[in-house]
C-alpha cells in the first residue's frame, strides 16, 4: 500500500506552513504537522524503548516529508547550586549545560531521523550549515563572493581595512544571535551587519575572539532568491533608499519600506546556484545575493529554512502553492 499521508515539521506560529497545509487540503491530501518546538517541550515526557518501540513505529512512511522548521533548542535544563554543592562543580557548571544540551540534541536527532519518505522536501540537518564552508563551495563553483577574512589579530584587521579604503564590515560566523528579554514591553534583541572603523580598530585588544569581516560591498540593490527543486524565484530588494537599511535589510524600516519586486537573474548564476545548491545536496532554500554599483553579483549565504512569504507576496509568486505542488506530486502522479 503506497503512503497517503504528508508529514511537515514546522513550528507552532509558522504562517506560511499554515498555507502549504491548506493547499494541500483543497488538492484532497492528508496532512499531519509536528511543531518540533513544541513536540520535545519541557511539559511532555520523553518515553523510548528498544524493547516496545513506544515513540512510533519506524515502519510508518509517508508521502513526502518537508523538513519547514526545526527547532535548535528543545529543552532548557538547569543545574542548580544545591545540586552540585562542590566548589569544583560550581564553577564548571557551563560545561554541565553544555552536556545537557548535546544530549537534548541526540534525542532531537534519532526522533527526527525515525521518519521516512522518498520524496523529501529539504532534508533534516542536525546541525546548522557551516556558513564558511558554504562560501567556500560557492566560490568553488563559480560564485562572486566577498572577501572575507577571520582573524583574531589587530594587526591582522588593520591590514585588511588597507586594502578596503572605502570600508569593512562585521558579521556573525555562526548563526545571528536573536533573544527577547524578561520585561514587560518584551524587547528583541539581534546582532547585525555592522561597518568597522580604523578608529574602533584602535580600541581593539591586540587579540580578541576569533571575528569574521568583510570587504564592504558598494550595493546597488539586494537580491533574495528562493530555490525550489531546480528552479530559482527572486526578488530585488531596493535597501539603499534608506540609511537605515543601507548596511542590514534586517534593519526595517517601518515609516520608508524598502521597495521590493521580482527580479530575473542571469542565467549563469541561477545554474550556479543550482551546482551549489546540488552540491550542498538542499532541494531548497532561500539565497542572499547583493547587486553591486560596479556590476557584481555577490553571494552572501544560504539558509535552508528561511521565510520565503517576503519573497512571495510582493511578486506574485504563489510559492506556498508550488510548495504544496511539489510535495503532493509524487502521489498525484498515481491518480
Known sequence: MQPNKHLIFSHAFDYSTDQVMDWLS?????????????TLAQEQDISFSTSTNSERDDSVKYASIWFRKVAKRLRQESIEKEQLADPIFEATRPYFHQTIDQEWQNISDHYHQKFHSSHLLSRYLPFPLNKLYVLERAQNLGLD?????ITRQRSSLLAFLQKYP?????KSIADHLTFADQSPKRKTYANYTEEIYASMIEDFPTKFGPSLFQEKLDKKYEIRVFYLAGKCFSMAIFSQGSTQTQLDFRRYDAKHPSRRTAYQLAQH????IHLLMTDLKLNTGSL???????????????NPSGQFGMTSYPCNYYLTKKIAEYLSQHESKKT
Open 26 to 38: 483543497s488538492f484532497g491530501q492528508r496532512v499531519e504537522r509536528v511543531n518540533s518546538d513544541n
Open 145 to 149: 563572493i566577498p572577501d572575507t577574512l
Open 166 to 170: 572605502k570600508g569593512i564590515i562585521n
Open 269 to 272: 548564476i541561477e545554474e550556479q
Open 288 to 302: 542572499d545575493f547583493v547587486q553591486t554599483t560596479d556590476g557584481r553579483t555577490v553571494f552572501l549565504e544560504v
